[in-house]
């Protein structure tokens, strides 16, 4: 696990839902090919109203042109991200378009829980709400050890919730990395 | 310790005495579910896993329903289904209703209501978020992403936090022009779609108990709407005779005990709620039908695991009988059973389907179809900026098909009500 991630943030509303990450019309690709999967990161969150896609403003796109890879890196929203189907195609999704931290204020389970055991992304819940403070483009910091993400463009510090209960799962890499460690399977 | 009937179940499934909300527990898995769109990244991951050795960690618990993309040209989507033929022919599963045969179902959680995999007691799990429908039989069933479905599939294991339940207790006798849908709509409106995250949806009282089967799953499929884990409503002689109906395997029945703890508990009386809507673009906009009555349609939509089932489609023929739709209007029967039920049962000695023909629906072949857009082939697809009133579960942009278009979610009944005059539509106008 890196301990500290810094990049560009991509700020969006609440109750982003899967069909909205990576719409329905796009699961067909397979997700174990290398070179097909990259429509994942291509197509993520392409059902996102413009107005909403990157906000305060919207109008920007996640995903330019035919790139499948995103400038974006953190992806910082507000309630309910991810509520809707248990695609898992969705953190894929994002991850093949390069995000590897998610900050909202919190969680629909079965996205989270993908996020984690599928060893995706980093889901992490904020305190107070940042979708309003953080600006899509802002340059960040985010300290993985200490909880503690940097706005480097403002200069402003925000602690997050500890990832918990669900650490050992994060720290291995994934469920099948953790259950290993833990003599769960062979 | 008093338990809720989630948590007893739980602790039966943990090996456990009690369990509490909150705690992280293993349970072991009596059935997984899988479908066509995360079937195959599941065994896919579960091979990378498991190595060429992999074991599937009870072939009689694992059911396969191709059901999302199945009519259509999409070659990828094909190549979905093509995988899970050979995954079947491989391990020769009996659980593998393949499309194309006799054995084809269609929407996978009806299916498992048909085919006897819903058993009261039990823990099921599968791909797919509505799979807290079977959670109508007082058992307890949730989704899972292909990952932690391929953990299940190598171990028959996977963790779970232990939800806090919310209790809705709907009293009273539904009047006829209300059906499940209107009341699992204001319980949305109520608590919003997050107002349930990790939480069980525990539904009762006499307004419940009174639902036929299918009425009962139209409440737990839409759980996860509102976040939830899981919703359930323990099993009672109508759960007994279903089950029994359609399988010899044993259940046992849980109830909460008195002195259980609940997150909330929220009371209805359902002779006096009315017909509403969620508008676009979430299933908790909640506005009554009166509000927003008038509102020009493009097209109407009933079908799907939530509004596709045998009493979803007698509610409508009840309004379409002799009567003709004035837009488009869709009829997609959830399974095949339903599709054929539709040809058998009858309303002054004509038969649904036929009142449907009559009226000028379009009715399709059992599947998910447009319920969540699909191919650019689906039938029933929204294109552009429609405006559809549909049975289904979500209205999210973009859902089933344009994220132009807006979708109004609603009963069997308003639906039917509104293509009769092109326009949102209180049922009791035609009741
Ligand atoms: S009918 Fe709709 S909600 Fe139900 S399983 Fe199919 S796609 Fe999902």
Redo the contacts between chains.
Sequence with gaps: MEKIIKGKAYVLGN?I?T??II???H??????DPEESKKYGHFALS???ISQAGLPEGGHPFIKGDNYQSEYNIVIGG??FG???????A?FALQVAGVQAIIAE?????FY??CV??GFLLPYESIEKLNDQIKTGDELELDVHNNILKNITTGKTYNLRSLG?ILPIIEAG???KY?RQSG??A | MAMTITEKILSKSSKRKSVEPGE?IWLDVDVLMTHD??G??TI?IWK??FGKDAKIWDKDKLVIFPD??IFTK?S??N??VEILRQFANEYSLENYYDVGTERYKGVCHIALAEEGYNIPGTVLF????H?CTSGAFGMFST??????AA?IL??G?I?E?VPESIKFTFDGDLPPYLTAKDLILQVLGEIT??GA??CALEFDGSGVFSLSIDERMTLTNMAIEA?A?NGIIAADSVTEAYVKARTNKSYEIFQSDSGAKYKAHYKFDVSKMEPHVAKPH?PDNLDTVRNVQGTKLTKCYIGSCTGGKLSDFKFAAKLLFGNKVQVPTFIVPASTSVARQLEEETISGISLKQIFENAGCIVAQSSCAAC?????DTIGRATDNEVIISTTN?N????M?S?KSAVYLASPLTVAASALTGSITDPRDFL
């Design positions: 109750n839902d069909d909205q719409p329905a019309e699961l067909v690709y397979s997700l174990s059902s996102v109203p309630s309910n509520c809707g189907s248990s695609r898992e195609h953190p919190s969680y629909a389970r079965i829980r993908n055991d599928g209960d994934d469920i099948f259950a769960m399977i | 992280n769109v995360c195959p990244p896919a990378r896993e999302h993309y999409n990828q989507a190549r979905n599968g791909t797919d978020s799979t989704g899972v992403g292909n990952t932690d953990f190598g171990t294991k963790w936090k779609t997050d995250t990790y976040g884990m979430s969540l857009g699909g191919p650019s979500r999210f942009p973009g859902r098909g994220k």
